[in-house]
């Protein structure tokens, strides 16, 4: 098997979901996209590798990092990567990705420059946040963000910095996009990727719990009364819905944004809308199911929408997407989202103030020598 074709058959493997709306694509960038994502997913895997020691996710982390901005050597130091990564845990098609990244680099040095410099600045902005964030981490107690502003400043890193490099590739390929539509897609970029990665940690509330870290922001769970500890406890339903609603709330606003930057899209970009529509309906679905759940924080089990919705979602959204009128009131119907607080606003620009004042290129990240 050679090395694209590798990549595309481990896309699904490693990613049901996003196998499916990236496949929509064609040519360029979906090769780019491809590749970016499964840049992302190998980072991914360091991050949420269970039984790694803190340290050596941080400099797997940022050693990623700098293979990716760095061609020079970078023959030998994959090389060293690879075997590194040999100790992170997963699933066994994670695994297999880690081990064979230097074929996924492979398609990465064909693809055009000004792709590559955009995969390059989101995967990198990426990795060195999340081990921004795993120096947070506390072994003997469940990790908590603090508030809705750590929220937002995680899920840049995992998913907004992914969007604006979605936005940056879409703008590129859409030659006669008008100024108004530039604007709109490049302010709702940061949020379409917050909407669906906040979507994930409602969903994700027990599993993450296990891992020892809890993405529901500390303010959310006191506000209600609870302390963290009751909270994932279950010692109160009717407490753990309001602080799940209220992650909802947020969830929602971040995913009406995400349907304001889908509709800027010219209608005879087709292919693109539909890349943008179907993860952005199944996070609504999945709100919807979320929604006064009695019993997520009951079971380990994951909170998934049916398949056969999945494939209400692929079928019926070719037939609309070049409609806004007709995607608006599909995506209404969803969810009646007047029972959601919508007084909250995403402020992109304090959120890239904040940013700008974290130390992303001071991270601690030495382990002991005997540590790889």
């Known amino acids: 098997m050679d090395d694209w074709n590798y990549c595309v058959s481990t896309l699904p493997k490693v990613s049901r979901t996003f196998a499916l709306n990236i496949s929509?694509?064609?040519?360029?960038?979906?090769?780019s996209i491809l590749v970016a994502y499964l840049f992302c997913r190998t980072i991914d895997t360091v991050e949420d590798a269970s039984k790694l020691e803190t340290s050596i996710k941080i400099k797997l982390l940022l050693n990623f990092a700098s293979i990716l901005k760095n061609t020079k050597n970078r023959s030998s130091t994959l090389d060293q990567w690879t075997k590194n990564a040999s100790v992170v845990d997963g699933s066994l098609t994670d695994i297999d990705l880690l081990q064979n990244i230097r074929r996924v680099f492979n398609i990465f040095d064909s693809l055009q420059e000004t792709h590559q410099q955009q995969i390059i600045s989101s995967v990198c902005t990426m990795a060195q946040g999340m081990a921004y964030f795993q120096k947070k981490f506390d072994v003997e107690k469940i990790t908590l963000l603090?508030?809705?502003?750590?929220?937002?400043e995680y899920c840049y890193f995992v998913a907004g910095a992914v969007g604006e490099m979605l936005c940056n590739l879409f703008i590129n390929e859409i030659p006669n996009l008008p100024e108004s539509n530039n604007k709109i897609m490049r302010k709702n970029a940061i949020s379409f990727g917050l909407g669906l990665q906040i979507t994930n940690i409602s969903k994700d509330i027990v599993v993450d719990r296990g891992r020892g870290w809890s993405y529901v922001p500390r303010t959310y769970i006191e506000a209600n009364g609870l302390t963290?500890?009751?909270?994932?406890s279950g010692k109160s339903a009717e407490k753990d819905l309001k602080v799940l609603q209220k992650l909802l709330n947020k969830t929602v606003g971040h995913l009406n944004d995400a349907l304001n930057f889908t509709l800027a899209i010219p209608r005879s970009y087709a292919r693109i809308r539909l890349f943008c529509i179907w993860p952005l309906w199944m996070a609504m679905e999945t709100v919807a199911e979320l929604n006064n759940n009695h019993d997520l924080l009951k079971s380990n089990a994951n909170v998934k929408i049916?398949?056969?919705?999945?494939?209400r979602i692929l079928r019926r959204t070719p037939f609309i997407c070049?409609?806004?009128s007709l995607l608006q009131r599909s995506f209404s119907n969803i969810?009646?989202?007047?029972?959601?607080?919508s007084s909250y606003h995403?402020?992109?620009?304090?959120?890239?103030?904040?940013?700008?004042?974290?130390?992303?290129?001071?991270?601690?990240?030495k382990p002991q020598e005997n540590e790889f």
């Open 24 to 31: 929509v694509l064609k040519g360029d960038l979906h090769k």
């Open 146 to 152: 603090e508030d809705a502003k750590e929220l937002e």
């Open 228 to 232: 963290p500890d009751e909270f994932h």
């Open 306 to 311: 049916s398949r056969d919705t999945v494939k």
């Open 322 to 324: 070049w409609s806004n």
């Open 335 to 341: 969810l009646k989202t007047e029972k959601f607080d």
């Open 346 to 365: 995403f402020n992109i620009e304090q959120l890239k103030e904040r940013l700008n004042d974290l130390s992303l290129d001071n991270i601690p990240s």
